[in-house]
């Protein structure tokens, strides 16, 4: 799950991590508002769930109110990677004198929280990481032992000479472990952390992905879930515990398994389709979710087939046949529908399909062809 | 033969009296496979279909019956503890079938585990079948037949299409193993090769992978400077886009890293098989065998 800035920043604050004050905003009067309530020079940064802001026109300077409120307009009206910008967050500049990055990954190959760290920041990591490794220190972390002092000021001294950098720098490496354990993270950044003319080392920027596995016990994490910062498929696909991502094609696609779910998307493409969405119903097969799945993919304008594909081990197969049977009869079906299904009291699952009026085949190849040709507005084979 | 498991592996449930613990220990059983214990805290003087003895702890349920692999279903928050618990207890194999389990508990689980010398499965896996001998976890056994081809897998259904595919073609299995989609998990593609290449009774292998993280291209290495025996390797994933996670936890394209296109160079640098769909598995590895 991922979280917005001024939630991070929130996080962090707590943990006593310094981070100049800034408030949200919805409206532009209200950042209007907010700039004048802090004088001087704002930065506008909106609030949304896509990396490249700034890229995007997304971040701003402002050096009065009125201006606050003419570029908070433009950006409240920005879609970034196809999400709307709804906040803002306004907050002082800062006098910057140089700009490192500090990160902590949940690292696959090290099976360990990683921090990266490096004085080159402000910029994309991934390119820092690409084009100079050497200015990036990592440390892995066991988690068992948790972030020692010395591992602290070993972080500090690479991104600083002056010992009470070194020092106020370590203490936010233990604030950031601290926050990224106790919200569950997979990842939690601060780029870029500052120092500012007077020498104090401040986090202008912080981001933080939660690890979806954490929400159900941490109760106030899963709370900052902006459900209107996600697409409302995506949102509606998850309280019906459904896994779905939207695509552009027009193959709708409904399978059990993530692996298989996927590799239904590549056989689609590979017989020169293209896939309207990734939708798991997963293990248990509940009619309830072919009946939600259906609803959330029918209302794709863009999907002109539907495909079933499911193997079924501990999904039953004659539950996907009953929901799909419910489902069409209480929204009958504007595109045509290729099912696949074997496995599991497949013979019964057959039956009421066949009984409904509906064909099935149990070869995967065969279904995804057949799909993909009524797609283009072909005849079935 | 097999690798993991055989006929002589003898099994704990942890998590038995649960709706798919208990569901799953039914299958298990009638497969033929030796489930000496349950576990359930508090459930410790009761039987399993009068046929299997429940303890509190996996220590009373060791102590009792000698098992050396565990199977656990346990709900995702308190799969850490269980597969700790295994580990305390001395058992060999443990096998974690439970999805969502916090990455983060891995972080803890994972260094124990390898301290205390035991392998661990997952989790948020389908478990391994040896078949016709044993079977830990959740695949379905009917799909699978006695032979001489080892598979292993990140996925749960996908698996079961190749496996599915392969026995309709006559291409029977050593052992089935699905290691998880989890960005952490106990056994990776390379351990898994690493035995098959020593299994006298696999000939060829089935590596079924996905998008995201190192893993296939590691176990691509593998392939071409330790193995003799052929593989036929598969990525799902190829039309995900980038940054978002497809179901599995593991299954995300990092920036421009995990790629199927990368995994798939790799695959084809090492000299292996490169399956571009599902059924092409049956003549690639008909071919090398």
Avoid: W
Avoid at chain 1, 33 to 59: E, N, S
Avoid at chain 1, 193 to 208: I, R, W
Avoid at chain 1, 299 to 326: M, Q, Y
Avoid at chain 2, 223 to 236: D, E, S
């Amino acid at each position: 799950m991922n979280i917005h800035e001024y939630q991070a920043k929130d996080i962090l604050r707590r943990e006593g991590v310094p981070i100049p004050p800034g408030e949200v905003a919805t409206t532009p009067d209200g950042a209007e508002a907010i700039a004048r309530q802090y004088g001087g020079t704002v930065v506008v940064k909106a609030q949304v769930h896509a990396g490249g802001r700034g890229k995007a026109g997304g971040v701003k300077l402002a050096k009065n109110p009125g201006e606050a409120k003419e570029l908070a307009s433009k950006i409240l009206a920005l879609h970034i990677k196809g999400l709307p910008v709804q906040k803002v967050l306004v907050t002082p500049a800062a006098d910057i004198a140089s700009e490192a990055y500090v990160g902590i990954i949940l690292d696959r190959a090290s099976k360990k929280p990683v921090f990266m760290v490096s004085p080159a920041g402000g910029i994309d990591i991934e390119e820092v990481a690409a084009k100079t490794p050497e200015k990036i220190l990592k440390l892995p972390i066991d988690t068992r032992y948790g972030l020692q002092p010395y591992q602290a000021s070993r972080l500090g001294f690479f991104l600083f000479d002056d010992v009470k950098k070194v020092r106020a720098a370590a203490k936010i490496m233990q604030q950031l472990y601290s926050a990224f354990m106790k919200s569950g993270c997979s990842l939690a950044e601060i780029n870029p952390l500052v120092t500012t003319a007077s020498g104090d080392v401040v986090a202008l920027d912080a981001k933080m992905v939660i690890d979806d596995n954490e929400l159900d016990r941490l109760p106030d994490i899963a709370a900052l879930r902006d459900e209107s910062a996600e697409a409302p498929s995506e949102v509606q696909a998850r309280n019906a515990n459904l896994t779905f991502i939207k695509l552009d094609g027009n193959v709708g696609c409904v399978v059990n398994g993530a692996g298989l779910a996927m590799a239904t998307m590549d056989l689609v493409k590979f017989y020169g389709g293209d896939p309207a969405n990734f939708l798991d119903i997963g293990g248990s097969s509940n009619p309830e979710k072919v009946v939600n799945a259906l609803k959330i993919i029918t209302e794709d304008p863009n999907v002109k087939a539907i495909l079933f594909n499911i193997f079924g081990g501990i999904t039953r197969t004659d539950d996907v046949a009953n929901g799909i049977v419910t489902a069409t009869k209480q929204n009958p079906l504007k595109v045509p529908i290729v099912i696949r299904l074997t496995g599991t009291n497949e013979e019964i699952a057959m039956k009421i399909l066949q009984e409904n009026g509906f064909s099935a085949s149990s070869d995967m190849d065969e279904a995804v062809k057949k799909a993909v040709e009524l797609a283009k507005g072909g005849k079935a084979a | 033969m097999s690798i993991f498991i055989d006929k002589s592996s003898t099994v704990i449930v942890q998590g038995i009296t649960g709706r798919d613990g208990s569901f799953h220990t039914k299958q298990m059983l009638e497969y033929g496979t030796r489930i000496v214990a349950g576990v359930t805290p508090g459930k410790g003087t009761l039987t399993f279909e009068n046929a299997v003895p429940i303890f509190n702890t996996v220590a009373d349920a060791v102590a009792a019956t000698g098992a050396n692999t565990s199977v656990i279903y346990v709900p995702p928050m308190f799969a850490a503890d269980a597969i700790l618990e295994a580990a305390d207890a001395g058992v060999k194999l443990i096998v974690a079938i439970t999805e969502g389990v916090p990455v983060l508990d891995m972080t803890r689980v994972y260094p124990f585990v390898k301290e205390k010398g035991a392998r661990l499965i997952g989790p948020n896996c389908p478990g391994l079948i040896s078949p016709g001998q044993s079977k830990v976890g959740i695949i379905p056994g009917r799909i699978c037949t006695p032979g001489s081809v080892g598979v292993v897998s990140r996925s749960g259904t996908l698996t079961y299409e190749v496996v599915y595919q392969l026995t309709r073609a006559g291409l029977g299995q050593s052992t089935c193993v699905g290691i998880g989609g989890d960005p952490i998990n106990g056994t990776n593609f390379i351990d898994c090769l690493a035995a098959f290449e020593a299994d006298p009774n696999t000939k060829a292998v089935a590596m079924m992978g996905e998008i995201g993280g190192t893993d296939e291209q590691d176990a691509a290495d593998f392939v071409k400077t330790k193995m003799k025996k052929p593989v036929v390797g598969f990525i799902a994933g190829q039309t995900a886009p980038p940054g978002r996670r497809m179901g599995h936890a593991g299954a995300i394209i990092s920036g421009s890293a995990g790629t199927a296109a990368e995994k798939i160079a790799a695959f084809e640098a090492a000299g292996m098989g490169v399956a571009k769909r599902p059924i092409d598995f049956v003549e690639l590895i008909k071919a090398r065998m």
